[in-house]
């Protein structure tokens, strides 16, 4: 079915290139250089600030923040609740990612906290999404175990009652990508084998669907578009590569040659009401 988005993915490209949002990340130790890599590749600003000391003025003069869990300590948990805080009362956007929060009793207290400032979009992988919901996934860390098809089946719904318990969208990624806001759903199609293969590719999207909510007003088609976009650039990438070694220079090439016009981004999306 040919989606009817509020704005189509090729516009929501175009606008965030003519806004160069501003996307402070405050990320893990892993994602950094990729993530700030792949949000210059795709034509956002990244900026990367953790310290406690500086995170209202990083807020105030950024457009979006991204919060990764991906590699926390307690200084950064404190910089991370004051962020989502500031952000949220001066009524900015953010994205958070909650890496391998299945993983550890630290990492489920600290989305529990940062939950309560109202995240604009949560992007995480299937086992992500269940363990945040608090329901049994088989992750071990920070990859998703459960990507067969009965649990994606059962991590969509939930990924619909977290978006609707939170009032934000939900965006659950890995060999199938879904969005929701707890009323409808898209499903994009795309990607490659290879996006497993290489670290932080879902903390760079994360960041990727900052610079996307930044740039345009309807959370929901702006994280739809995101997912298309970098799908379909993984796709294309990893048609060209070898291995994961050369998945990521041709990745990089690839958002940074993408196209608003081409290809139909909207033709890789299904849409369907769920509530
Ligand atoms: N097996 C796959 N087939 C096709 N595309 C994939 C596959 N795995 C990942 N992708 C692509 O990579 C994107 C993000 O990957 P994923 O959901 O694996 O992130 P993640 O588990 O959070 O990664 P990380 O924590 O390492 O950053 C997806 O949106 C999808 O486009
Ligand atoms: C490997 C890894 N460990 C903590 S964060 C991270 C990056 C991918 O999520
Ligand atoms: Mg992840």
Not at 34 to 52: E, F, K, Q, R, V
Not at 67 to 81: D, H, R, Y
Not at 216 to 238: F, I, M, W
Not at 244 to 270: C, I, K, N
């Amino acid at each position: 079915m040919a989606i009817s988005l509020s704005c189509p993915p090729g516009s929501q490209l175009e606008r965030l290139r003519q806004t160069t949002p501003l996307v402070h990340n405050i990320t893990n130790h892993v994602a950094m250089t990729p993530s700030a890599n792949t949000l210059l590749a795709i034509g956002a600003s990244p900026l990367m600030a953790h310290a406690l000391e500086e995170i209202q003025d990083i807020v105030r003069v950024a457009d979006v923040l991204c919060i990764n869990i991906g590699t926390l300590s307690v200084p950064w948990i404190e910089a991370m609740q004051l962020a989502a805080e500031a952000a949220h009362l001066a009524g900015k956007p953010w994205v958070l990612d909650p890496v391998g929060v299945g993983a550890s009793l630290l990492r489920q207290q600290t989305c529990r906290v940062l939950l309560d400032h109202q995240p604009s979009v949560i992007r995480g992988n299937a086992s992500e999404i269940l363990a945040l919901a608090g329901e049994a996934s088989q992750s071990r860390g920070v990859d998703s175990g459960d990507d067969a098809e009965d649990a994606i089946v059962r991590a969509t719904q939930t990924a619909i009652s977290l978006a609707q318990q939170h009032g934000c969208v939900v965006a659950m990624t890995g060999l199938v990508d879904v969005v929701t806001d707890g009323k409808q759903l898209i499903r994009i199609t795309g990607g490659h084998p290879l996006m497993g293969r290489v670290t932080a590719m879902g903390c760079a999207l994360s960041s990727v669907v900052a610079a996307f909510i930044a740039a345009n007003d309807e959370p929901l088609s702006a994280t739809a578009s995101a997912l298309a976009c970098y799908a379909y650039a993984g796709e294309c990438a990893g048609y060209h590569a070898t291995g994961p070694g050369s998945f990521v220079p041709a990745f990089l090439d690839t958002l940074y040659t993408l196209d608003g016009e081409t290809p139909p981004l909207e033709t890789r999306m299904e849409i369907t009401n769920v509530a």
